[in-house]
Nanobody, 117 residues
Framework: QVQLVESGGGLVQPGGSLRLSCAAS????????MGWYRQAPGKQRELVAG???????NYAESVKGRSIISRDNAKNTAYLQLISLKPEDTAVYYC???????????WGQGTQVTVSS
């Protein structure tokens, strides 16, 4: 079993920045990919960014150039730095982990990010 604990959400003004963290515990040797999805009210959950254990990253077009995902394998923690935030970035951000060999994604508890003046 893998458990994910998120932190770092909150209220930020447009143009501001914040960093989300996702710490994994448990059977961490099974983790291959980590990242975030987000879900805004009335919308489907969408991928924001992901990173593999080897450091390969991918980003949604909506956040390219405004986000950096990183991973500290020694701390079993992934980070998502968001900059130049816009009101449309407002959503609940869910950390995920994908296991070696596939299978269902494992989810964190979610953290609210609100971009508003």
């Amino acid at each position: 079993q893998v458990q994910l604990v998120e932190s770092g959400g909150g209220l930020v003004q447009p143009g501001g920045s914040l960093r989300l963290s996702c710490a994994a515990s448990g059977s961490i040797f099974r983790i291959y990919a980590m990242g975030w999805y987000r879900q805004a009210p009335g919308k489907q959950r969408e991928l924001v960014a992901g990173i593999t254990s080897g450091g390969v990253t991918n980003y949604a077009e909506s956040v390219k150039g405004r986000s950096i995902i990183s991973r500290d394998n020694a701390k079993n923690t992934a980070y998502l730095q968001l900059i130049s935030l816009k009101p449309e970035d407002t959503a609940v951000y869910y950390c995920y982990a994908g296991a070696v060999g596939g299978g269902p994604l494992i989810w964190g508890q979610g953290t609210q990010v609100t971009v508003s003046s």
